[in-house]
């Protein structure tokens, strides 16, 4: 079954007009406060709730989750939700424990705090870690998968209007073109507009995605109808919580992976904490956090309902990843796949943009300008900073070049082991950097290096036997790095008191600061809209908690 999407006229209308305007919105917007490290780097924390909010989810969301999630949800069900509504978790953490601390120390960067808590070593391991990490499985893994669906909408239809190309005796995929594509439109906006420019493009991102995004499954439950005999032909489907043996899913993994590749992800990445520290105020940076939770509360609806009506529209496909682009083909009409298309393009350029923005100020402030030693004017560090985030792209492209020769490992896979094995030693640093005092650099370093050899080893020689899946690694090493660093720190000398003067966590870290707590009063009090988001996402998870003891395990 062909997966190829025509096009006609007025779909291309459409996209190409929201390329225009999505690249017309970032250069007018960059035009001012790019021109100090401050403005480049952090938009002058000038940026209001709404825009950390769609930023940080715009910063989650790429084109791959239309393919992977999709073709993801046809396989396993509604368990793929997970990875939307544990975000209550994650961003619980950040607004009390880790947010505070970041910004009333002003940190421009995540490896900042390790040096500040730890040594400059933990600060360069970090940087480059995070850097690599951007490189060789978020921005790659983005603009391969975008190069993918353009090829889906766009192949045979360009094929008959744009000539072969051959490069050193070998022709080049339409896939590659595609890729490169992208890389230079997003980059046009964002290398030159910084932070901004990629922050108020995704905004503008998450609009578009949120009503394209309705498109498919609102179409799809139009044409399916009821879904009920098929709830009770397929409940395994509609399972949230499955069994410790399940082998990619287990409930054992899913609601523990909060503590290792959440925190790493949400709490210490500088692609999505840069989002926070760029906000006008705490009060705008903590709601802006519950605004992301809220919307990432609704996006099962466009990634995951679609996998399991395509089950029922198409049950036995050879690819599961076919299943959006299936259902794209059969019910979206002629004159909205465009939009559709634009819709899928915003979710890769917000995600490449604030990634690649993030890389470039990871490099400019905790690599060129520490390893430098000495003074470097704004003007030096914005004009680095392009500079690097040129070369972050260029090798972003070239990864993602390289995986269009190796299609035997699923991409998403490929991601979630880059993922979980960066993840566990870094969220016990940071998060024992800040919860307690006695967590000394000594332990830093060696639960770093001694975390990352751990990992390797269960990932090489399959030591979790039927529990092997790459969330029970990321647990377990996440307790082995855990014992590290608690036993080291308690063998080694303590960390001086003035070095850890300010950074440990106390009770003030639960409130704004005084003068916000006076103006956000009422109905602006960030903690209404906090448990109201919490108190719905546990109501969900009630409800899937009920439907698990209606249908027990079977082993």
């Known amino acids: 079954m062909s997966s190829q999407i025509s096009l006609n006229l007025v779909d291309l209308a459409v996209f190409a007009a929201y390329l225009v305007v999505t690249v017309a919105l970032g250069l007018w917007v960059g ?10 780097f952090l938009g002058n ?35 793929l939700a997970a990875g939307d509504w544990n975000a209550w978790i994650i961003y619980t953490l950040l607004i009390l424990v880790f947010l505070p601390y970041y910004l ?54 360009l094929s008959r209007v744009v000539p072969r190309i051959v490069l050193f005796g070998n022709p080049v995929s339409p896939v590659v073109m595609y890729i490169i594509f992208f890389a230079a439109t997003t980059g046009l906006y964002t290398i030159y507009g910084g932070l901004k420019s990629a922050a108020w493009t995704d905004f503008l991102q998450i609009i578009i995605l949120l009503f394209a995004g309705f498109l498919v499954p609102f179409l799809a439950l139009r044409h399916v109808g009821n879904l009920g005999s098929f709830i009770h ?10 069994p410790p043996t399940h082998p990619v899913f287990p409930f054992t993994g899913l609601f523990t992976g909060f503590l290792s590749a959440g925190i790493w992800y949400s709490c210490t ?54 299943a959006y682009l299936l259902l794209v083909k059969q019910l979206i009409p002629t004159g909205l ?32 300008k520490r390893l430098t030693r000495r003074e470097v004017t704004d003007a030096q560090q914005v004009r680095f900073g392009r500079w690097a985030g040129v070369l972050t792209l260029l090798a972003s492209v070239w990864v993602a070049i390289s995986f269009t020769g190796n299609t035997a490992r699923p991409l998403f896979e490929k ?22 005092r006695r967590a000394s650099a000594t332990a830093a370093v060696v639960t770093i290096i001694s975390g990352f050899a751990f990992s390797w080893v269960l990932l090489q020689f399959e030591l979790l036997g039927r529990f092997n899946t790459f969330n029970h690694r990321a647990l377990a090493a996440w307790i082995f790095c855990m014992c590290v660093m608690i036993t080291t720190s308690l063998l080694t ?40 988001f919490v108190g719905t996402v546990l109501s969900i998870y009630g409800f899937f908690l009920w439907y698990r003891l209606q249908h027990p395990w079977t082993w």
């Open 31 to 40: 035009r001012r406060g790019k021109d100090t490290a401050r403005g480049y």
């Open 45 to 79: 924390k000038t940026i209001p709730w709404f825009v950390v909010g769609s930023s940080m989810v715009a910063a989650d969301i790429s084109s791959e989750q239309f393919i992977s999630n999709v073709g993801g949800a046809y396989k396993h069900g509604i368990v």
């Open 104 to 157: 009333r120390t002003g940190v421009y960067t995540m490896p900042e705090f390790l040096e500040r808590r730890y040594n400059s070593t933990c600060r360069y391991i970090f940087a480059i870690a995070s850097i690599a990490g951007y490189v060789a499985a978020v921005n790659a893994g983005a603009l391969y998968s975008g190069g993918i669906m353009l090829d889906s909408f766009f192949g045979e239809d």
């Open 233 to 242: 032909e397929h409940p395994e489907h509609f399972q949230m919580f499955k």
């Open 269 to 322: 990445s500088q692609h999505m904490v840069q989002r926070v520290l760029s906000a006008k105020d705490e009060w705008n940076a903590r709601v802006g956090v519950v605004c992301a939770g809220f919307l990432h509360t609704i996006m099962p609806f466009f990634f995951i309902v679609p996998g399991i009506i395509a089950l029922k529209m198409f049950p036995d496909l050879p690819r599961p990843d076919q």
């Open 337 to 368: 796949k465009g939009l559709l298309l634009a819709g899928m393009a915003a979710a890769l350029m917000g995600h490449v943009a604030t990634v690649l923005n993030s890389a470039a100020t990871v490099v400019t402030i905790d690599l060129y």
């Open 415 to 436: 991601i979630q082991t880059v993922f979980f094995f960066i993840a566990p030693p870094f969220a016990v640093v940071f998060t024992l950097g800040i919860l307690w």
């Open 493 to 532: 000398a303590p960390p001086p008191r003035e070095q850890i003067q300010g950074i440990i966590w106390n009770k003030s870290y639960l409130s704004l600061p005084e003068a916000e707590q006076k103006r956000y009063r009422g109905l602006k009090d960030w903690r209404i809209w906090w448990l109201l």
